[in-house]
C-alpha cells in the first residue's frame, strides 16, 4: 500500500503501526469519542459465530493476499476501501473483519467504530486467515 493510504487508515482508526494508539492532536480528522476495541475471536470462536448468525464477513486483506488464500463466503474490501465501503453500509448489522493476521482486522474494528458501530456489533478475528478457509457455511 502506498504511504499515504497507510497514513489515512492510521488517522481513521486511531491506530498507528509505529506508535501505538494516536493522541488526538495527531490526527487530522473532526474529534471523534475514543471506542474501546471490539471483541477478538479465535478462527475456530469467529467460524462458529458467522454460520451461526448473519453476522457480515469481512476479508480486508489485499486482492493479491486473497489470490493465494481466499476464504468462501467473505466480502472482500481491502483496507484502502473500506473507510468508503463501510459509509455505505448500515450501522445496526454486524460486522467481523479478518486479514492474514489480525493486526488490520483490529485496525477496521476501531474505523467502524468510529463511523458509529456499537462496540458489541464489530468483532475481529484474531488471527490467520489461512485457518478459516473452507469452513464458513
Known amino acids: 500500500p ?3 493510504e497507510l497514513v489515512e487508515l492510521d ?4 491506530i498507528s503501526a509505529r506508535r501505538g494508539p494516536m493522541e488526538p492532536s495527531q490526527s487530522n480528522e473532526e474529534e471523534l469519542p475514543h471506542s474501546e476495541p471490539g471483541l477478538m475471536l ?7 459465530r458467522v454460520n451461526a448468525s448473519g453476522v457480515q464477513f469481512i476479508d480486508v486483506r489485499e486482492d493479491w493476499e486473497r489470490q493465494s488464500v481466499s476464504i468462501p463466503g467473505a466480502i472482500a474490501v481491502p483496507m ?12 445496526r448489522e454486524p460486522l467481523m473483519f479478518v486479514c492474514a493476521s489480525g ?21 475481529a478475528v ?7 478457509t473452507g469452513v464458513l457455511q
Open 42 to 48: 479465535s478462527p475456530g470462536e469467529a467460524i462458529a
Open 126 to 132: 484474531d488471527g490467520a486467515a489461512t485457518e478459516m
Open 80 to 91: 484502502p476501501s473500506l473507510w468508503h465501503w463501510l459509509k455505505s453500509q448500515d450501522r
Open 11 to 14: 488517522v481513521a482508526s486511531g
Open 103 to 123: 493486526y488490520r482486522a483490529r485496525q477496521a474494528t476501531a474505523i467502524a467504530q468510529r463511523l458509529g458501530w456499537a462496540n458489541s456489533d464489530v468483532t
Open 2 to 4: 502506498l504511504y499515504g
